[in-house]
């Protein structure tokens, strides 16, 4: 529950709204009512359906009242319910009405709360409730996944020196849910239940073993941070609290953050949703770009590409072309996306880029992220393969470089306001830099944890390079960290939500940094830092942020479509709902997306063809060299074992 003690007030007096707000724009509507039966400290969501285009807009409750404003015409379910990422025991039952809104009108409605009993929650944006954790591939014939037992931390992992094991090494990249729900999921990063020889095997695949079946890299962490000694503490820690017969268990929400009234009471998500089907049983969006109509362009891991008109809430699928997880947006309005694939929506045509291995169809290029510079050139980095990649558009030829760090791992990437390259070292405790003129790499170590997962990155107005870290030490050290690149400076700032993941970090034009972690959007001003956190509309995930030149923050829930039936979403944060003047997206010229418009073209043709591309890199010395290994060292060849290159989810 939500204490008013925590919440930030003006003055001695909490938030009271305003009696005045902005004209709704043209055509669209408002709504607005008051809310009694509220519990005192529980923050109240109201939910919105425009039920024929599956647009949803979420807004808080403060001070008994609520405001939806420029809603899409047509028929609605209002519902209201607790926000998520609350501790409570007594709460209200949710509650829901129907009514059709008109265009250009101002609709009230209200509503009376009955009291309800709520058990405990858990923490995460994994769902562990509801029977649809293990059905990830969407898969109907599966037996439901049991609902988890919910426990506090200190249960579920006693202390010890195997907690302090695991705390230090294993909640480096993993989540304590993924050994808490000891169940079999069978998605990519999920794991299967264990005896104790399965966890001593595991283990040493993580310390000693090929990561991403990519033999010419070191294993996923240093096994110099598991002592001898303590080898065999870890495995009877792990045996005796997850082994084969251990239920399945969720750590229990025991403490909430800070949050700000008056903040939630100017916020507004709208998030445009697309149903499970029968031929995608299981929708699960993952990164957002815009095209140049202002259209929202969405990746759909099941197996299409989205673009939704976010005026309309219309929308067009294009299936059997998406399946990955990152996509970018060309100025002319195609689409490139992991493989590495090329996508023109209105001829339905397909290039692809494979390397050259031999065989008839190649080998795809394990692309994690991409990003276009100030030529126009992409981009890509390639985390199980280890490097970096350019698609170079005046020769249609793709070419790379492997990253001469230990445990690098490229991730996220990104173009400072200079165009040079940076990229998040997964398993490395720090970030890169490329410069494309030198073929220089630069490595910046951003904190002293080992190991950990810092998964993207970007450079705000003043060149300074900001990321997080998705892992940490007992889950309890998720910080953002700004790097000087100037002088080699790195500052933290520890988000303070319990068990926080952060995934990216992203600038508004105000140079205000935007961080994505489960259940909560935060905003973080650098003049005052200071921290403003928004709860999601529903427990997820949120793997990266699409911020446009309105400050309007686009992003997906994919573990709510992963991990439950919610289906995919594109969905936007406007943090002041009366500052709305368009739904059309469109990136900041300020914002590093921005370098692209001064690339004046031409266009890349698409013809539906196939191009190889050697898989030999740049530098094909240079990462034994600079590590001083032997001179017989593989060569890296970009081998990873998803042509998307995805991470860990839990």
Same mark, same amino acid.
């Given at each position: 529950?939500?204490?008013?003690?925590?919440i930030?007030?003006?003055?001695?007096?909490l938030f =009271?709204p305003p009696?005045?707000?902005?004209a709704?724009?043209?055509?669209?509507?408002?709504l607005?009512?008051?809310?009694?039966?509220?519990v005192?400290?529980?923050?109240?969501?109201?939910?919105a359906?425009q039920?024929?285009?599956?647009v949803?807009?979420?807004?808080? =409750?403060i001070g008994?009242?609520y405001?939806?404003?420029?809603?899409?015409?047509?028929?609605?379910?209002?519902?209201?319910?607790?926000?998520?990422?609350?501790?409570? @025991?007594?709460?209200?039952?949710?509650v829901?009405?129907?009514?059709?809104?008109?265009?250009?009108t101002?609709?009230?409605?209200?509503?009376a709360?009955?009291?309800q009993?709520?058990g405990?929650?858990?923490? @995460?944006?994994? !769902?562990?409730?509801?029977? !649809?954790?293990?059905?990830?591939?969407?898969?109907?014939?599966?037996?439901?996944?049991?609902?988890?037992?919910?426990e506090p931390?200190?249960?579920i992992?006693?202390?010890g020196?195997?907690?302090?094991?695991?705390e230090?090494?294993?909640f480096?990249?993993?989540?304590?849910?993924?050994? /808490?729900?000891?169940?079999?999921r069978?998605?990519?990063?999920?794991?299967?239940?264990?005896?104790?020889?399965?966890?001593?095997i595991?283990?040493?695949r993580m310390?000693?073993?090929?990561?991403f079946?990519?033999a010419?890299k070191a294993?996923?962490?240093?096994?110099q941070?598991?002592?001898?000694?303590?080898?065999?503490?870890?495995?009877?820690?792990l045996?005796?609290?997850? @082994?084969?017969?251990?239920?399945p268990?969720?750590i229990?929400?025991?403490?909430?953050?800070?949050?700000?009234?008056?903040?939630l009471?100017?916020?507004?998500?709208?998030?445009?949703?697309?149903?499970?089907?029968e031929?995608?049983?299981?929708?699960?969006?993952?990164?957002?770009?815009?095209n140049?109509?202002?259209?929202v362009?969405a990746?759909?891991r099941?197996g299409?590409i989205?673009?939704?008109?976010?005026r309309?809430?219309n929308?067009t699928?294009?299936?059997?072309?998406?399946?990955?997880?990152?996509l970018?947006v060309d100025?002319?309005?195609?689409?490139? #996306?992991?493989?590495?694939?090329?996508?023109?929506?209105?001829?339905?045509?397909?290039?692809?880029y494979?390397?050259?291995d031999?065989?008839?169809?190649?080998?795809?290029?394990?692309?994690?992220?991409?990003?276009?510079?100030?030529?126009?050139?992409?981009?890509?980095?390639l985390?199980?393969?280890?490097?970096i990649?350019k698609?170079?558009?005046?020769?249609?030829?793709?070419?790379?470089?492997?990253?001469?760090h230990?445990?690098?791992?490229?991730?996220?990437?990104?173009i400072?306001h200079?165009?040079?390259v940076w990229?998040?070292e997964?398993?490395?405790s720090?970030i890169g830099r490329?410069?494309p003129?030198?073929?220089?790499?630069t #490595?910046?170590?951003?904190?002293?944890?080992a190991?950990?997962?810092?998964?993207?990155l970007?450079?705000d107005?003043a060149?300074m390079i900001?990321?997080?870290?998705?892992?940490?030490?007992?889950?309890?050290?998720?910080s953002?960290?700004?790097?000087n690149?100037?002088?080699?400076d790195?500052?933290?700032?520890?988000?303070?939500?319990?068990?926080?993941?952060? #995934?990216?970090?992203?600038?508004?034009?105000?140079?205000n940094i935007?961080?994505?972690?489960?259940?909560y959007?935060v905003?973080?001003?650098?003049? /005052?830092?200071a921290?403003?956190?928004?709860?999601?509309?529903?427990?997820?995930?949120?793997?990266?942020?699409?911020i446009?030149?309105?400050?309007?923050? !686009?992003f997906?829930?994919?573990?709510?479509?992963?991990s439950s039936?919610?289906?995919g979403?594109a969905?936007?944060l406007?943090?002041d709902?009366?500052?709305?003047t368009?739904?059309?997206?469109?990136?900041?010229?300020?914002?590093?997306?921005g370098?692209?418009?001064?690339?004046?073209?031409?266009?890349?043709?698409?013809?539906?063809?196939v191009?190889?591309?050697?898989?030999?890199?740049?530098?094909?010395?240079?990462?034994?060299?600079?590590?001083?290994?032997p001179?017989?060292?593989?060569?890296n060849i970009?081998?990873?074992?998803?042509m998307?290159?995805?991470?860990s989810?839990e």
């Open positions: 529950m939500i204490k008013f003690g925590r930030i007030a003006f003055g001695s007096l =009271a009696t005045s707000y902005a709704h724009m043209a055509g669209y509507a408002d607005s009512g008051k809310v009694t039966g509220t005192p400290g529980l923050l109240t969501a109201v939910y359906t039920t024929d285009k599956h949803t807009f979420v807004v808080f =409750a008994g009242e405001r939806v404003t420029n809603l899409i015409p047509g028929p609605y379910e209002i519902s209201v319910r607790p926000a998520v990422g609350q501790v409570f @025991g007594d709460g209200f039952a949710p829901t009405k129907t009514a059709t809104v008109g265009p250009d101002d609709l009230q409605i209200d509503f709360l009955q009291s009993a709520y405990p929650d858990y923490v @995460g944006g994994m !769902w562990y409730t509801g029977g !649809w954790a293990d059905e990830i591939d969407g898969d109907p014939d599966q037996p439901a996944s049991p609902d988890a037992v919910i931390y200190d249960k992992f006693p202390p020196r195997g907690r302090e094991l695991m230090n090494i294993c480096g990249c993993h989540t304590p849910n993924q050994y /808490a729900y000891n169940y079999n069978r998605y990519a990063s999920g794991r299967p239940i264990h005896d104790k020889d399965g966890w001593a595991t283990v040493d310390s000693k073993g090929v990561p079946q990519n010419a294993s996923y962490f240093d096994d941070l598991l002592a001898p000694e303590d080898y065999d503490v870890l495995i009877d820690y045996d005796a609290n997850f @082994g084969v017969d251990a239920v268990r969720a229990e929400l025991e403490r909430e953050p800070e949050l700000d009234e008056a903040a009471a100017k916020a507004q998500f709208v998030e445009y949703r697309f149903p499970n089907t031929q995608m049983p299981k929708r699960a969006t993952h990164t957002i770009g815009f140049p109509d202002g259209n362009v990746m759909d099941s299409s989205i673009v939704v008109d976010p309309t809430g929308s699928d294009y299936p059997n072309i998406g399946r990955g997880e990152s970018i100025f002319d309005g195609t689409i490139w #996306y992991g493989g590495v694939r090329h996508f023109d929506p209105t001829t339905k045509l397909l290039d692809q494979v390397f050259d031999g065989t008839k169809n190649g080998r795809p290029v394990p692309v994690s992220t991409q990003i276009f510079d100030s030529n126009g050139d992409l981009w890509l980095s985390l199980s393969g280890g490097g990649a698609f170079d558009r005046k020769t249609n030829m793709i070419k790379w470089w492997d990253v001469p230990l445990r690098a791992r490229p991730y996220g990437i990104s400072d200079n165009d040079k990229f998040a997964y398993h490395s720090g490329f410069d003129e030198t073929e220089k790499f #490595y910046f170590r951003v904190t002293n944890e190991p950990t997962n810092i998964r993207r970007s450079a107005s060149n900001w990321t997080a870290t998705w892992g940490s030490k007992a889950y309890q050290n998720g953002l960290f700004r790097l690149p100037q002088s080699g790195v500052k933290s700032w520890r988000l303070d939500i319990p068990y926080t993941n952060p #995934y990216d970090a992203a600038p508004d034009s105000q140079d935007w961080v994505a972690t489960d259940n959007l905003m973080f001003n650098q003049e /005052a830092e921290f403003t956190r928004y709860p999601l509309p529903v427990r997820t995930d949120v793997p990266r942020l699409s446009t030149a309105q400050d309007t923050i !686009w997906a829930m994919r573990n709510a479509g992963h039936d919610y289906g979403t969905v936007a406007y943090p709902k009366d500052k709305i368009t739904y059309a997206a469109a990136y900041s010229d300020k914002s590093v997306h370098h692209l418009r001064r690339y004046k073209g031409p266009a890349t043709p698409i013809t539906g063809t191009t190889f591309v050697s898989p030999m890199p740049q530098n094909p010395y240079e990462y034994a060299r600079t590590l001083e290994l001179d017989d060292y593989p060569v970009a081998g990873g074992i998803t998307n290159s995805g991470a989810r």
